[in-house]
């Protein structure tokens, strides 16, 4: 298995964040490496949503763990490889938080898609602290 965490620091409060994440069809505005997102059904376990790449590539990912206002985790299986992805939000005080992404993969070439889904990262995260402190 295949371990990995980013995690950048927020100015503004959790529930800020936690609007952003909800709002799948907008993750393309502070996710470069999505070019649509489209849910189907509700934001909570069992759900799933589709994500386009801006490369043409698409892939269906299910939600499991969602906690109100403090994380979630998506499943997708990509070839033989299994790739959990867990978005939590921890409280620093009232207008400021800490996000972290964890993700997980199992498969033959764990290390290899674990560095492919994860490369960008850092800049999702950059890109979600300034669309979200932006709108605070």
């Given amino acids: 298995m295949w371990l990995h965490e980013s995690r950048i620091e927020i100015d503004a409060a959790p529930a800020a964040v ?7 069809a907008g993750w393309k505005r502070w996710n470069a490496g999505v070019a649509e997102c489209v849910l189907h059904g509700v934001f909570a376990d069992g759900g799933e949503f589709d994500m386009h790449l801006p490369d043409g590539g698409e892939f269906r990912s299910r939600l499991f763990d969602v906690v109100e206002g403090r994380c979630f985790a998506d499943e997708t299986q990509v070839g033989e ?3 959990r992805i867990w978005h939590r939000i921890d409280p620093l005080d009232g207008a400021r938080c800490r996000v972290a992404y964890q993700t997980e993969v199992e498969g033959p070439d764990a290390a290899g898609v674990g560095d492919a889904v994860t490369g960008d990262f850092g800049e999702v ?3 979600l602290k300034r669309d979200t402190e932006a709108r605070s």
Wanted: proline share 0%; no cysteine.
């Fill in 81 to 83: 490889h299994r790739v």
């Fill in 125 to 127: 995260l950059a890109a």
């Fill in 18 to 24: 936690w609007a952003r994440f909800t709002d799948v």
